[in-house]
């Protein structure tokens, strides 16, 4: 928007001032204050206000606000008739006369017939995106209903303001590269703005992204080895948001992907990835699509249902035109108007189809033979369905263009003149085809032509013969070889394409080949249903020919490599098997190494052991030996987390320590990332918790050197668990404030499951239920449903005496993990509040009869222990209360919790326990320490807590004046809980005062 006073311009879109068409420099708070004044002139603004627009986040004085309104008003005029007037106590307002304009002549979106409405909304959608929120517009519709047109109209208006607008188009499953749409995105971004000057603004996120233009195929090596893809795919996508919004950090940006429902799944995952970027920028986003790809397919469905609940997207279906706009259509295109009765018919037959009521328009004739024929005559003439007029407008062109058109439909829907002379000498004809609006000069290269419409490139291939077809693909795919390397360009994929869809031996064996790298490629692009397409397709054509060991066991682990990312858990384990035993059997140390890696769990398991996993580590470990420093660093680190949940500490943190020396010596980034990550998890241990500041600060150290932002959330997420275990919540919570701030930059879901759980721990311990349940949504959002927020969840629930849902969860827990001692200690509990104490007393017994040892001292030991501190007490377990005081003693001085709960200090829970014991000196000591430590944090859950269980020391001691200090403590512990919704313990504390007959 351009906003006109006096002699001067406010152009919003290039952030400029234009005293007579000259620029004046201001200051960008300046600028933005002066904007927010023009743009509401209308009132007064207060102060108050205008710091929140134009300071939001940051902390600033009443200096900073006046000397912005001192230099705007300089800017703009003299003191004396300044139009920035001073309005007593209410503050600033604009008072001069203002023309808005929008950067185009009036009436210009006319030029679309029926689309003004359409045209409207996109321009203010744009225009809503400058002043710094980046949103999605979605337009869809059927083929030729003028998605395109509009998408164009648009970029017009864009440039003419002063923006930049990137065109891409899509081609799934006919040879176009991973990610190829933004490929094409991010090729225009770099010849805009200069390689020099992006890799010097982007730093190491550069490199991801010129790793991901060439299309290079990498064999398997160790980086490949690496099988955390939701890590690695959200530094690519953050790298790709790094960079467009450092472009319209210039001017703003318009980008439009075109017909995404042909656009790989990977395109669509990072279109769903910017959409719900939170990050002030200057970028429309818009995608076309057809209507009925939303049907067939899901995974765009999803996509489309994830963007449209953004805040800041739209979704715009594109109807026919009704039947005037249609006849000014016709009088646009032909110079005449229909009759009525035919317009009619022309309405009826096209459905006011843009696209198709073009294709008859040409097929209509001049003026004066339309007028010598009858309504019935046009009426039987004009074709059925667009399809019917396409073939009717290819059936005017001599046999030579119609060749033409076969091969180039074949190539795809754009095709270049260069490798089209390998394939056809004489090109003369192709100007026919141009002639008759079949196909088009592309904008970006004069040498390159595409067609017109994607439903003319679909007639034509869908009418070649398929044995002319797969010669046509082989010729193709050979003149492609001839043109150039196949690693540039994303010709890998390509050339899979073309040469699969050949029938010669000599086609099947390249195709083989090629499939295998364009899997790898999609892999490392962390397209795991496109690998898996390519991987199927290598087995296919191994299958129909003689197939070595070796080659069919790098196809099974290409594709249960796919599989498993893609969750398909099952199908997935099978093909790495049977990829082992090949392996195995030809010595095959790198893909017996994949597969083990690909066969174990990536993050920490507590309550599962995969023994066979474990044994197929080991295993691939000595195969390796001391040769293969980065291979062996790699898997050394996975059966570090594989071991996690064995009664095996020392074993476990051993294998980590290894790790991280084997990382060291080969020099690799990332396989330090994940030795370091093991150590981290394999040091969530009672025992273990005090050395996770050191493993934090050589995280710190790697973030620093790589410059990437998620290593120093792994870092702060480790040293915030290791504040809170040393009751240390201010630094943990200047751990949080980071996290949370940079939340917006980490989407990925790993990253952001950490900051879900240090928020939902601060949450609960400071019985904020309302957050921590919009915590444990956020957290279902993301799909990955980890025990931690079950945990939270049966907390919020116990707490807040939802009893049908405390036992419905915690059956569910139970019955997933029947084994694991945290969810039978847990369901024991849950039990107890149903009445069955019997059944909750036989769960119990089955840890305390050996005294609680076999409990493993993992991250959910301690709330292991808390539930059977709470059993201890219910029962009035002596023995087993004595066997708990001993374990939990060593760590009288730390705080208990896991990566989700904190129950406060140990000290109370040895409280609690001596108090069972009869030891009450002992554990007044310890009351003492943990109630001091409950109002240091300021934690009212605690304190609440704290009163309560001190209450039950004093009424079972009696010494005198102890039921004098029970009832203010069970007082206090009322004054607590309701306003906190403690209903648990409002409850039990009502039972305690009825048991003892005391008046509250």
């Given at each position: 928007m351009i906003f006109r006073f006096s002699q001067f311009e406010l152009d919003e879109n290039r952030r400029q001032l234009r005293d007579h068409g000259t620029e004046i420099h201001l200051e960008p708070r300046v600028f933005d204050l002066l904007l927010y004044l023009v743009r509401h002139r209308d009132r007064a603004v207060p102060r108050d206000e205008l710091l929140n627009a134009c300071w939001a986040g940051i902390v600033v004085n009443d200096g900073a606000l006046s000397r912005a309104v001192h230099e705007a008003r300089r800017a703009v005029g003299s003191d004396g008739a300044n139009p920035i007037r001073t309005i007593p106590r209410r503050g600033y307002r604009f008072i001069a006369e203002v023309e808005e304009s929008r950067g185009l002549e009036a009436g210009a979106e006319t030029q679309l017939i029926g689309r003004s409405e359409v045209v409207q909304r996109l321009v203010h959608k744009f225009e809503d995106s400058v002043s710094g929120q980046s949103a999605v517009a979605l337009l869809e519709g059927p083929p030729g209903i003028g998605k395109t047109a509009c998408a164009e109209f648009l970029g017009k208006f864009v440039r003419a303001n002063g923006g930049c607008v990137l065109y891409a188009g899509c081609r799934h499953g006919e040879g176009a590269p991973v990610l190829w749409p933004w490929i094409q995105v991010l090729r225009g971004a770099i010849r805009n703005t200069g390689t020099a000057t992006l890799r010097n603004e982007l730093g190491p996120a550069y490199e991801l992204i010129s790793d991901l233009l060439p299309g290079k195929a990498e064999p398997i090596s160790p980086k490949s080895l690496e099988t955390n893809p939701e890590r690695n795919q959200f530094l690519l996508f953050d790298a790709v948001s790094q960079l467009l919004s450092t472009s319209s950090s210039r001017s703003p940006l318009l980008v439009v992907l075109e017909d995404i429902h042909d656009a790989d799944?990977?395109?669509?995952?990072?279109?769903?990835?910017?959409?719900?970027?939170?990050?002030?920028?200057?970028?429309?986003?818009?995608?076309?699509?057809?209507?009925?790809?939303?049907?067939?397919?899901?995974?765009?469905?999803?996509?489309?249902?994830?963007?449209?609940?953004?805040?800041?997207?739209?979704?715009?279906?594109?109807?026919?035109?009704?039947?005037?706009?249609?006849?000014?259509?016709?009088?646009?295109?032909?110079?005449?108007?229909?009759?009525?009765?035919?317009?009619?018919?022309?309405?009826?037959?096209?459905?006011?189809?843009?696209?198709?009521?073009?294709?008859?328009?040409?097929?209509?004739?001049?003026?004066?033979?339309?007028?010598?024929?009858?309504?019935?005559?046009?009426?039987?003439?004009?074709?059925?369905?667009?399809?019917?007029?396409?073939?009717?407008r290819l059936s005017q062109l001599p046999g030579d263009a119609q060749t033409i058109l076969e091969i180039g439909s074949v190539v795809g829907p754009e095709f270049g003149l260069d490798l089209m002379q390998h394939l056809c000498p004489d090109l003369d004809p192709l100007k026919n085809a141009e002639d008759a609006g079949l196909v088009d000069r592309s904008a970006e290269n004069p040498r390159d032509y595409q067609f017109s419409h994607g439903l003319i490139r679909e007639v034509i291939y869908d009418q070649i013969p398929p044995s002319r077809r797969s010669g046509l693909h082989e010729q193709v795919g050979t003149a492609i070889e001839d043109a150039g390397p196949s690693d540039e360009d994303g010709n890998t994929e390509a050339l899979a394409h073309h040469f699969f869809e050949s029938v010669s031996a000599g086609g099947r064996a390249k195709a083989f080949g090629y499939a295998m790298r364009a899997g790898s490629i999609a892999l490392r692009h962390f397209a795991p249903r496109d690998a898996t397409v390519h991987y199927e397709r290598a087995l296919r054509l191994l299958e129909s020919g003689a197939a070595s060991r070796g080659d069919l066991c790098a196809v099974l682990v290409g594709l249960g490599r796919a599989e498993r990312w893609n969750g398909q858990l099952q199908e997935s384990r099978q093909r790495l098997l049977k990829a082992i035993e090949l392996a195995r059997s030809d010595n095959q140390v790198e893909l017996f190494a994949q597969a083990a890696l690909d066969l174990s769990p990536s993050s920490v398991e507590v309550m599962r052991v995969d023994e066979q996993a474990i044994q197929l580590l080991q295993e691939a470990i000595s195969l390796c030996g001391n040769t293969r420093p980065a291979l062996r660093g790699a898997l050394l680190a996975r059966l570090a987390i594989a071991t996690y949940a064995l009664n095996d500490e020392e074993g476990c943190c051993a294998l980590a320590d290894h790790s991280l020396e084997s990382a060291l010596e080969s020099g690799s980034n990332e396989i330090i990332t994940h030795a370091l990550d093991a150590m981290y998890q394999s040091r969530l241990r009672p025992s273990r918790i005090h050395e996770l500041p050191d493993v934090a600060q050589r995280m710190f150290s790697l973030a620093s050197n790589l410059g990437q932002i998620g290593y120093e959330l792994t870092a702060r997420s480790c040293r915030f668990v290791a504040s809170m275990s040393k009751g240390d919540v201010a630094g943990a919570k200047d751990d949080l404030r980071w996290m949370t701030e940079h939340e917006p930059e980490l989407q990925m879901p790993l990253f952001r499951w950490m900051i879900f759980a240090a928020r939902g721990m601060i949450a609960l311990l400071e019985a904020r239920w309302d957050d921590a349940a919009e915590n444990i949504q956020a957290c279902s959002d993301l799909e990955d449903p980890t025990e931690n927020y079950v945990l939270q969840k049966l907390y919020i629930q116990y707490q807040t005496q939802e009893y049908s849902e405390l036992s419905s969860v915690a059956s569910e827990t139970f019955n997933r993990y029947p084994d694991y001692p945290l969810a039978k200690l847990g369901a024991s509990v849950a039990i107890v509040q149903s009445g069955n104490q019997d059944a909750a007393h036989r769960l119990y017994d089955e840890y305390a009869k050996d005294g609680f040892v076999s409990l493993i001292q993992d991250r959910a030991w301690d709330h292991a222990m808390g539930f059977a501190t709470t059993l201890a007490e219910t029962f009035d377990d002596k023995a087993g209360a004595d066997a708990l005081f001993d374990l939990l003693y060593p760590h009288r001085n730390r705080y208990a919790l896991n990566v989700a709960l904190c129950l406060g200090p140990i000290s109370t829970l040895l409280a609690r326990l001596s108090v069972v014991r009869e030891q009450f000196d002992e554990a007044e000591r310890y009351f003492e320490h943990g109630m001091s430590e409950a109002a240091r944090i300021e934690s009212p859950l605690l304190v609440a807590y704290g009163n309560y269980f001190y209450s039950g020391l004093l009424l079972r001691r009696k010494a005198h004046g102890d039921e004098g200090k029970a009832i203010n403590a069970l007082r206090e512990t009322l004054r607590l809980s309701e306003p906190f919704r403690l209903r648990y313990l409002t409850r039990e504390v009502h039972s305690r005062a009825s048991q003892h007959q005391i008046s509250l």
């Open positions: 799944e990977s395109s669509l995952e990072l279109l769903e990835f910017l959409a719900r970027d939170r990050t002030q920028r200057r970028i429309l986003l818009v995608a076309t699509f057809r209507s009925e790809s939303v049907d067939s397919s899901s995974f765009l469905r999803n996509t489309v249902t994830q963007i449209e609940r953004q805040p800041a997207s739209v979704r715009i279906r594109l109807e026919g035109l009704d039947h005037s706009q249609l006849q000014e259509l016709v009088q646009q295109s032909a110079g005449f108007n229909l009759p009525t009765e035919l317009l009619g018919v022309f309405h009826e037959r096209t459905g006011g189809n843009p696209f198709f009521a073009g294709a008859l328009i040409r097929l209509l004739g001049p003026r004066d033979e339309l007028e010598t024929k009858s309504l019935e005559e046009l009426r039987t003439g004009l074709p059925d369905t667009v399809k019917d007029a396409i073939r009717s």
